[in-house]
């Protein structure tokens, strides 16, 4: 069972390369939880707030845990890097403690709740699209909290950079190697 979670910071190709392995590996692509927050009409990144946080997570969480195998363009790991750079740049409210309830559930599931997990570096431009940051400062933070999850919650991971088709082979190759040569790639 591939549950295969590609992580990096925004604007990096993750969705690019989630929809082009999800179509070969013929699994399937979950939603992407802070879109589907943002489409509620919750605001994001910098302008989020503990509750939105939450929510994110909880959808994330559900996501996950509803498709036995899939491909994600976003993860728990994901979404620990932004909340947690919105939570370190706000003042301490209740609300917060919600999620602080969040953490320790990700504390529990993160090395767990995936059979493959592939960072992505930051190689491009950021490419406006209504919804990100343009801000590479911003971009660079999220970048490193989330290797820093990868390392403190010792997750192992596989960096993949290039071209799609360069990083298609490369996650191919670790899902077939892992599954015993069992995808063709």
């Avoid at 919650?153 to 290039?162: C, F, Q």
Wanted: include cysteine; proline fraction near 6%.
């Amino acid at each position: 069972m591939p549950r295969i979670a590609i992580v990096g910071s925004f604007s990096t190709g993750k969705t690019t390369l989630a929809e082009a392995v999800s179509r070969h590996l013929d699994l399937p692509l979950l939603p992407e939880a802070a879109r589907e927050v943002a489409a509620l009409g919750f605001k994001l990144d910098k302008d989020a707030t503990p509750e939105v946080e939450t929510l994110i997570f909880l959808k994330q969480l559900y996501n996950e845990l509803t498709h036995p195998d899939f491909v994600g363009d976003r993860s728990l790991i994901d979404v620990m890097a932004y909340a947690g750079w919105v939570l370190d740049n706000q003042a301490r409210r209740p609300e917060t403690a919600l999620w602080e309830e969040c953490v320790r559930i990700a504390q529990v599931h993160l090395r767990s709740q995936y059979s493959h997990v592939f960072y992505l570096p930051i190689e491009f431009p950021i490419v406006p699209d209504g919804l990100r940051p343009l801000d590479p400062g911003f971009q660079r933070e999220i970048d490193e909290r989330m290797l820093g999850l990868l390392r403190d919650h010792a997750v192992s991971y596989r960096t993949l950079s290039g071209s799609v088709e360069q990083r298609l082979n490369g996650l191919s190759d670790a899902v077939a190697e892992a599954l015993g040569g069992g995808v063709d790639s």
